[in-house]
Structures are given as structure tokens and as C-alpha cells.
Nanobody
Framework: QVQVVESGGGLVQAGGSLRLSCTAS????????MAWFRQAPGKEREGVSC????????YYADSVKGRFTISRDNAKNTLYLQMNKLEPEDTAIYYC?????????????????????WGQGTQVTVSS
């Protein structure tokens, strides 16, 4: 059974930091491209960042470049998103997603259709 579970969300003041984690089981994590998406109220889902299976290739949305860092630990089947200098505009539900197969999605800005396994999301709220 495939399970993708996010953790680490919460309430933080603008300028603060949070680290999201995502554990995945029941899928070939080590060969999967992993990604973070987010959706704010009234807005479309946005691809925030993704990372290829080895960790050598990454993509970041322009809105988070220089502030967020994606990483992974294949030995622990865990994906991370370090979020620094948070802004109220970063408030959203953050979703972790796995491709469950080898892809180079990071070269194509992490299209959501290439990710078949999704978590339930974790809320991030940034107060001004």
C-alpha cells in the first residue's frame, strides 16, 4: 500500500523558518522524483519544488528561489523542504508527491501529471 505522509507544518511569523518532511512507503522511493506542491485558498495548485532520484537535479518556482531548499534522504525514504524567510504569501497547504518511477520532471518544472502518489497535505500559515 502506497503511503505519503507530510509533517512539519504550522504557524510562523513572517521572516521565520519551517522544515517540512515527507515519508513515503510502498513505492520505489530511491528511483522516484519527489516534489512539493502547494495550494492557497482560492488559488490553483502550484509546483513549489522537485528533486530527481539522486538529488542532483532540482527545480524551484521563482517565488521561492533563494528561500526554500529541497533535499532527500533515500536511506530514510524521506523528503524535506527547508523554508526560510517565509512570507504571508507562502501560506498554503503543502503537498508531497512522488512519481513512483524514474523521471526528469525537474527539467520541466515538475508537471503535476507526472506524480501519481500524493499525501494529504500539511498546513503552513505565515502571519504578518
Amino acid at each position: 500500500q502506497v503511503q505519503v505522509v507530510e509533517s512539519g507544518g504550522g504557524l510562523v511569523q513572517a521572516g521565520g523558518s519551517l522544515r517540512l518532511s515527507c515519508t513515503a512507503s510502498g513505492l520505489p522511493f530511491a528511483v522516484s522524483t519527489m516534489a512539493w506542491f502547494r495550494q492557497a485558498p482560492g488559488k490553483e495548485r502550484e509546483g513549489v519544488s522537485c528533486i530527481n532520484s539522486s538529488g542532483s537535479g532540482t527545480y524551484y518556482a521563482d517565488s521561492v528561489k533563494g528561500r526554500f531548499t529541497i533535499s532527500r534522504d533515500n536511506a530514510k525514504n524521506t523528503l524535506y523542504l527547508q523554508m526560510n524567510k517565509l512570507e504571508p504569501e507562502d501560506t498554503a497547504i503543502y503537498y508531497c508527491a512522488a512519481s513512483a518511477y524514474y523521471t526528469n520532471s525537474y527539467r520541466r518544472a515538475c508537471p503535476a501529471v507526472e506524480f501519481g502518489a500524493w499525501g494529504q497535505g500539511t498546513q503552513v500559515t505565515v502571519s504578518s
